[in-house]
């Protein structure tokens, strides 16, 4: 099946700071991609939509200036957690759908572990 | 908007017995229902999927039921392992074209 790849899996950074993660469709291209957010032992929950050359749509609630979507190339989209928080400390993970026999299925990325101290 | 309801949240069976999942949507146009299996700390996999022309599709140990007029599907495993022990998560697509997931239920195999 299709890959995406998701860099860093894990991830410590001081509050305050920011960090990026990426996410990229390695053998297909993927004019949109998806980032979810995960907390422990709950679902995963939609954040945003990155569309390539175009700004991303949030879902209600997300904080657009405080997670930056940037998705300039057809294999690349980038989420960058601003001046994080340790409730920002939270499983990242990212998903590009692909025509697979017929259908549409969702790939994920392998996820990142952010945690904010 | 689009959302799915997934009972039960957790789930704990004897190896060899079945386990089902039952999910409930609310828009009546959805048209594709996915299963996820995801481990601890890793990806979600998907292990079966749905259209809304069929009412079932079965794929070894895995089965999954549609029934479109109550709108729910269900997952069903049948002679459980204990590696089949992990968090599954039903979906659907929203009119956005976004995959939108159920709560997850915890599955535990006990050998």
């Keep these: 099946g299709a890959v995406v790849s998701q860099h860093p899996s894990r991830v410590i950074c001081k509050s ?11 053998d297909f291209q ?41 998705h300039a190339s057809l294999t690349l989209s980038t989420l960058t957690v601003t001046s994080a928080h340790p409730e920002d400390s939270s499983f990242y993970i990212c998903s590009a759908r692909h025509p697979t026999g017929g259908t549409t299925e969702a790939f994920f990325g392998q996820g990142t572990r952010l945690t904010v101290v | 908007g689009e959302n799915v309801e997934q009972h039960p949240s957790t789930l704990s069976v004897q ?18 229902f996915p299963w996820y299996k995801q481990e601890l700390g890793k990806r979600p996999q ?10 079932e599709k079965k794929d070894q140990r895995i089965a999954v039921t549609l029934n479109k007029t109550a709108k729910h599907f269900s997952l069903h495993i049948t002679e459980t392992q204990p590696e089949d022990s992990a968090v599954y998560f039903c979906g659907t697509y929203n009119q956005g074209g976004k995959l939108i997931f159920g709560q997850g239920t915890e599955l535990s195999v006990k050998p």
């Design chain 1, 16 to 26: 305050g700071t920011s960090v990026k993660i990426e996410c990229r469709s390695l």
């Design chain 1, 30 to 70: 993927a004019t949109t991609m998806f980032w979810y957010r995960q907390f422990p032992k709950q679902s995963l929950m939609l954040m945003a939509t990155s569309n390539e050359g175009s700004k991303a749509t949030y879902e209600q609630g997300v904080e657009k200036d405080k997670f930056l979507i940037n």
């Design chain 2, 15 to 32: 190896e060899g017995d079945s386990a089902v999942i039952k999910c409930t949507y609310s828009d009546s146009a959805s048209n594709y």
């Design chain 2, 46 to 55: 998907l292990i079966i999927d749905i259209r809304s022309n069929v009412g």
